[in-house]
C-alpha cells in the first residue's frame, strides 16, 4: 500500500517539508521562496486528501466490498484513507503541517506572501473541514500555536488582516472541541490576554501622554485586528464567550475612540470591531443583553458625533476621482453597517423576551444614528458602488421595519433622505435602484396603511404646501410618484427593476391618485398622433382597472399591478421615447 504513486509523493514531499523544522536545515535551504511553495503544495494537499470527508470514507467502502482485491488495494482513496485518513498516521501528518505553519509564522519575520499563504490558505483551509477540526484540538502543536499566538511577540509583527484571519482561525477551532462549555473557555483563554490589556491601558491616568506612542498605536491597532478576527467566527457553540469578549471591553472601545478621535485608521478598526462583534451576536443575545449592546451603540454615536469625527465636506467629496480615495470615508460605511445589524434583531430573533421589556428601543438608537449619517452623504458619495449600496441598503431596511421613524425626523433631514431616493433611483446601479424602490414602497405603504387606520402617517411631510414667500412645496409622495413615472416611461432602465417599481408606485397611486390623474392627463394631452393618444389613454385605464385591481395593499393584489405595469411599459414605452 505505501508503495502507491500517490503516497510516495505525498510521502516525499511530506518528509521534505518537514526538514523546515530543524533550525540549522531552514536557514541553509529553506528560503521564504520555496517555503511559499512548500506552504501552497501543503494547502492544496490537505484540501484533497488529509483526512478524507465521510463521503470519500463510503466510496472507499464500495471498493472494499469489491471481490477484486486488486483493484481494492490500487484504488487511490483506499490508499490514501490508510496512508492520511483520520487514524494515528493522518494525525501525524496534520501535526506535521500544524509545526510547519507556527514555524513559518516565526521564523520568517516580514515575509508579507508566505505568511498570507500559512493564514489565509493552509490555517484556514484546514478548520473548514468537520474531518479535520475535532482532531486538530487535541494536538500539542495546534497548543503551541495558539500560546504562541497569545504572547509571542513575534506573531504581533504579522500584517493586521494576517492577525485578523490567525485569530478568526484559532476561534473557529474551538468547534472541534468535545462539549459547549470547553469550546468557550477555550476562546476565553484564546482572548483574556487582549481584553485585559485594553482594560488595564484604557484605565491609565496618562492615557492621552502614551496612548499617541508609535509602539502603542500599532499594539492597540493589532489587538482590534485580532478581536475583529475572534468576533467573525461567531457561532451559537461559542457565542457566549464572544459576548463577554466584546462586553468586556465596551469601556475601553469608548475610550479610544475619544482618545484617538484624530487618528483615523484606530477610529475605522474601532468602528468595525463593534460592527462585526453586533453583526455575530445580536440575534442570539436576551432582551437585557440587547439592551446592554443598544446602550452601548447610542453612546458609541452620541461620542462620535460630539467629535465630529468623519465630517465631510461636500468640497472634498467632490474631489474624489477613484475607488482608492473613497475608501477614506469606510468609518461611514462602518456606521452604515452598524446600524443595519442593529436593525436585523427585529427580523431574527432568539431571545426568550422582548427588549422593551428592559425599557430599551433599537428604533431609537438607529434614528439617532440616521440623524449622524444622513446629512453625511451627498449624491457625489453615492457614486461609489460600497458607500451606496450599505446606505441604501440600511435605508430600505430602515423604512420597512422602522417606518414610523420617519415621522419624527425633522424637516431638514427628512428632506435630505428624500433627496438622496429620487437620485437612487435614476442611479445606474440596478441593485441600488431596486434598494431604493424598496424603501419607496416600505415609505409610501405605510403612509396609505397609517390613514386607513385613522392615523395621521407622515402627516405634515406628505402635505403640499406654500411657504410665507408664495412657494410651493410638493408634498414627499407626490414627488416621488413623479419620479418614478418619469423613470418608468422616459428613461432606460433594466427590465428586472420592473416588478419592484411596481410595487412601489401602486402604493404612490393610492396615497396621490389626484396627482396621478394629473400626470395621466399631462401625458395623454402632450401626444399629437390620434392613434398614440389612444393608445396611452387605455394604458392609464387598463393600469389601474384590470385584472379586477382593487385599493389593498395586499399579496394578490401586488401580483395583480405587476401584470398591469408590464402590459402598460410593453404598449406605450416605445411609442413615448421616439415621439
Same mark, same amino acid.
Given at each position: ?364 438608537? +438607529? ?7 444622513? =446629512? *453625511? /452623504?451627498?449624491? @457625489?458619495?453615492?457614486? %461609489?458602488? !460600497? &458607500? ?109 427593476? +420592473? ?7 401602486? =402604493? *404612490? /397611486?393610492?396615497? @396621490?391618485?389626484?396627482? %396621478?390623474? !394629473? &400626470? ?60
Amino acid at each position: 500500500m505505501d508503495k502507491h504513486p500517490v503516497i510516495m509523493l505525498s510521502g516525499s514531499i511530506i518528509k521534505f517539508a518537514e526538514q523546515s523544522l530543524d533550525p540549522v536545515v531552514r536557514t541553509s535551504i529553506f528560503s521564504p521562496r520555496l517555503m511559499e511553495a512548500v506552504v501552497w503544495f501543503l494547502a492544496r494537499w490537505s484540501l484533497t486528501y488529509l483526512m478524507p470527508s465521510e463521503e470519500s470514507v463510503e466510496h472507499r467502502s464500495s471498493y472494499e466490498n469489491c471481490n477484486d482485491a486488486l483493484l481494492r488495494s490500487k484504488h487511490p482513496t483506499n490508499a490514501l484513507f490508510s496512508f492520511s485518513g483520520e487514524n494515528d498516521r493522518g494525525k501525524i501528518v496534520l501535526d506535521i503541517i500544524i509545526r510547519i505553519s507556527l514555524s513559518t509564522l516565526v521564523s520568517y519575520p516580514g515575509e508579507k506572501d508566505l505568511q498570507a499563504l500559512t493564514c489565509y490558505q493552509l490555517l484556514h483551509g484546514l478548520v473548514k473541514r468537520k474531518s479535520i477540526i475535532t482532531h486538530l484540538v487535541t494536538l500539542d502543536s495546534w497548543r503551541d500555536l495558539a500560546n504562541a499566538f497569545a504572547n509571542e511577540r513575534v506573531i504581533l509583527s504579522l500584517n493586521a488582516a494576517h492577525q485578523r484571519s490567525l485569530a478568526q482561525t484559532l476561534t473557529v477551532s474551538a468547534c472541534g472541541m468535545k462539549t459547549p462549555e470547553s469550546s468557550n473557555e477555550y476562546v476565553r483563554s484564546l482572548t483574556s490576554h487582549m481584553t485585559a490589556y485594553l482594560v488595564e491601558l484604557s484605565s491609565k491616568n496618562d492615557l492621552k501622554a502614551i496612548a499617541q506612542q508609535p509602539d502603542i498605536i500599532l499594539l492597540v491597532s493589532c489587538l482590534l485586528e485580532r478581536l475583529r478576527g475572534v468576533a467573525r467566527a461567531s457561532e451559537p457553540r461559542v457565542q457566549n464567550a464572544i459576548y463577554q469578549m466584546g462586553f468586556s471591553v465596551m469601556n475601553p472601545v469608548l475610550t479610544f475612540l475619544q482618545t484617538y478621535k484624530d487618528e483615523s485608521a484606530v477610529v475605522y478598526l474601532l468602528l468595525k470591531f463593534v460592527t462585526d462583534w453586533v453583526e455575530g451576536q445580536i440575534i442570539y443575545l436576551e432582551a437585557q443583553e440587547t439592551a446592554a449592546v443598544v446602550e452601548f451603540c447610542m453612546r458609541l454615536l452620541q461620542l462620535y458625533s460630539a467629535h465630529n469625527i468623519g465630517k465631510i465636506s461636500v468640497s472634498l467629496s467632490n474631489s474624489l476621482r477613484t475607488e482608492a480615495d473613497a475608501d477614506k470615508y469606510k468609518d461611514l460605511r462602518a456606521l452604515l453597517q452598524l446600524l443595519s445589524n442593529l436593525c436585523s434583531k427585529d427580523l431574527v430573533d432568539f431571545a426568550s423576551e422582548p427588549i422593551e421589556a428592559y425599557g430599551t428601543n433599537i428604533s431609537q438608537v +438607529v434614528y439617532t444614528g440616521l440623524h449622524i449619517i444622513a =446629512p *453625511l /452623504i451627498t449624491p @457625489e458619495l453615492l457614486k %461609489y458602488p !460600497k &458607500l451606496c449600496h450599505s446606505y441604501f441598503s440600511l435605508l430600505s431596511h430602515l423604512l420597512e421595519v422602522y417606518p414610523e421613524i420617519i415621522e419624527q425626523l425633522s424637516v431638514e433631514a427628512f428632506s435630505h433622505i428624500l433627496g438622496t431616493l429620487d437620485f437612487g433611483l435614476h442611479h445606474q446601479d440596478v441593485e441600488a435602484v431596486d434598494l431604493c424602490l424598496r424603501a419607496v414602497k416600505a415609505l409610501a405603504s405605510h403612509h396609505y396603511k397609517d390613514r386607513g387606520a385613522g392615523k395621521i402617517g407622515l402627516g405634515s411631510h406628505a402635505t403640499s404646501y406654500n411657504d410665507p414667500n408664495g412657494n410651493f412645496h410638493e408634498s414627499v409622495l407626490s414627488r416621488l410618484l413623479r419620479s418614478l413615472m418619469q423613470l418608468l416611461l422616459f428613461e432606460d432602465y433594466s427590465t428586472e427593476l +420592473v416588478s419592484s417599481a411596481a410595487d412601489a408606485l401602486l =402604493p *404612490l /397611486i393610492l396615497c @396621490e391618485q389626484s396627482v %396621478y390623474q !394629473k &400626470l395621466a392627463s399631462e401625458l395623454i394631452e402632450r401626444q399629437t398622433i390620434p392613434v398614440f393618444r389612444f393608445r396611452l389613454r387605455n394604458g392609464f385605464q387598463s393600469l389601474t382597472t384590470s385584472n379586477n385591481l382593487s385599493s389593498t395593499l395586499d399579496r394578490i393584489n401586488y401580483q395583480r399591478f405587476r401584470k398591469n405595469l408590464h402590459s402598460f411599459i410593453e404598449d406605450v414605452w416605445g411609442f413615448l421615447h421616439i415621439v
